[in-house]
Structure formats: C-alpha cells, structure tokens
C-alpha cells in the first residue's frame, strides 16, 4: 500500500486515491503533477479529455531517453499559461516559499537527486502539498510498485534540502503549479460540454471538412515510430556488443513509451465510461473503441514484457522480439489514430 499521512481518510476514499495513483504512474513527471491536484486530491473525472489531442503526428527524437513526442500538446500549453511558474530561490528562502505558495492553493514541485540500486545517479521531482508549523514537508511521489509510492509523506525539511538539486548558481529550482481557473471550469463541464470545449481551446477545428488545429490539418500517421524501429535496428549491434542496455535506453524501450499512450487509454474509457458520450458515439462507433483500447493494451503489454527481457537478456533474439512488439505497436497506432479521428468528427456533430 502507499505510504500516507492521512489519518483521517476514509477507506473508500483511500481506495480511490490508490487507484488513481497507480494510473499516475503513466504520465511524465510535468503532467503528474497536475494529475495530482486534480485525480488524487480531488475527483476530477473529466480530466483525461484533456490529453484528446495526443495520439496524432508522432515525432522521432534522436537523443534522450524520450524516444518520441507528439506534435499536438494542448494540456501543456494550457497549463503553461495558465498554472505553471518556474523560478530558482535560494535555499534559505525555501521554506518561505513553499508557505506562501501551500497558503495560495498552489503546490510546489520540487528537483530531486537520488541514486538507483546499480549506484546510477537520477533525477526526480517530488510534489510538495503542505508545510506544517514545525517546517515538516509533506510530498507525493509515484512509483510503480506499491510500496514505494507516496501520498502526503511527512520529511523534515533539513531533510528534504539535502536531496534536493540545485543549479551551478546554488540555487533550488522550483515549480509552482498554480490553481487553473480554466482547467476547474473545463472539468467542471457535463461530459459533452466539457469535450467539445478543451477540443475548441486546443485549437482543434473542421476546416474544410478535414479535421485541422486552426488551418493547418492534423497529421495522422505514423512516420515517427517507423523512424524509432529503424534506429533501434541500427543500434542494435553497438548496443548487444556492451552487453547492457543502459538506463535511458531503458526509458527509451517502455517506460516513455507507456506514457504516450496510456493517457490516451485513460481518455477513451472515460468517453465510454459516459452516458451521454456513448450515446452519442453510437452502438457501432462504441465497440471499434473497445476493440482499439483492448488492441493498444495488448500492445503495450508486449512492449513492457519484451523491454524486459531485452534488459535481463540482452541478446539477439530479444532485440528482435522486442523489435517485432513495437512494429506491431506501430501498425495498432495507425488504426488507433484513425479511431480518434471519427470519435471526434462524431462528437462535434
């Protein structure tokens, strides 16, 4: 179970809560944040229409250990305008302003060093949600085992300064993540409302009876992930002469592969989760849904359980296995787009 603070939680608020946390695991760091405040903290259903632009128009990304991003990025263009205020302060100011910022409804994410069990070192971001009287910090952090999750976990704040990161001006980078008065009213919305107004803030529009974000038509395809088998079959070699995979690479094989889909997942069920939506979708456009969900799981399951042992094992025979899993990850993804595309052309009707 995940560490908690809270004794005051009822038990089935503390089952929801750990529902949600373990989808949280499925989002990059940045958006988890707002997860948080609007998933954990509050029970915000809603939330996944806003990642309903993120499945179109991969694009290939050469270096780090995120192998591809899609074009389209409402939610973060939203919350960069609206939520997001990044500064650096120095360390004795800390405290103060975490309090200010806790005492405005905002939390505050902070950068965090730590090493893995093999001794490499990484980064992370903790959120911080509250700051008593006696400087105690209480952060949530994710994680995709149980029994290293966090909700609300006390740390002594001497404490919490010594993990930290700083910049080579010994400052602390700080995130505050502010209260949205347009993702409340977004969320707010009764579900059809609610789909039709993010579709528009995004941008999203028909124009010329193509679906377009403003003038320009959305992109449908695939040509990113084609770009990601190729060089990962150029790779190959280098990679199973070392002997290991290393730690981006790792990244590269699942983890940032997951967390471009699985928000999307989390976008469908919530439209069939929805009488209204699924009465609109119709009977047939309902089940090529499901069919597409159940298809993008499988997927992914392949993706995570061949990453692994290419990992354990990295050997030819598993790099070709993995290789087969993300080409038939590609050839799920062109149909899934596709799928979207008519859900959002019917939704608009």
Known sequence: MTETNDVTMTAPEQARREVQ??????????????????????????????????????????????????????????VCQDSWAERDVPREQL????????????????????????????????????IDAEDTVYYTKTSPDPNFRADRKPVPFAELAESLAYTEDGLVPVTEIRPSAVIDRLVGLPPLEAFREVF?????????????????????????????????????????????????????????????????????????????????????????????????????????KFSSLLVQMPDRRNFDLYLKYLRRLRDTVADYQQTNVRIQLTLLK
């Open 21 to 78: 946390l373990d989808r949280s695991q499925y989002y990059v760091c940045h958006e988890r944040h707002v997860f948080h405040r609007y998933c954990i903290l509050r029970d915000s259903p809603a939330f996944p229409l806003l990642f309903m632009d993120r499945c179109y128009d991969w694009q290939f990304e050469v270096t780090g250990d995120v192998p591809i991003v899609s074009r389209y990025n409402g939610f973060m263009e939203l």
């Open 200 to 304: 528009a803030r995004f941008g999203l529009r028909l124009y010329d009876g193509r679906l377009s974000r403003y003038v320009t038509p959305v992109v449908v395809g695939v040509d990113g992930i084609d770009r990601l088998v190729a060089d990962w079959e150029r790779r190959a070699d280098g990679i199973l002469a070392e002997g290991a995979v290393l730690f981006s690479d790792q990244s590269r094989l699942n983890k940032h592969i997951q967390n471009r889909f699985q928000p999307v997942q989390h976008y469908l069920h919530y439209l069939l989760g929805e009488p209204e939506i699924r009465a609109a979708l119709g009977e047939e456009l309902c089940g090529e849904v499901r069919e597409q969900i159940g298809l993008m799981d499988a997927a992914l399951a392949d993706i995570l």
């Open 95 to 130: 405290g103060k302003e975490i309090r200010a910022a806790v005492e405005a409804g905002s939390h505050v994410a902070l950068l965090v060093s730590l090493v893995h069990t093999d001794g490499t070192p990484y980064l992370t971001e903790w959120l911080v949600v509250d």
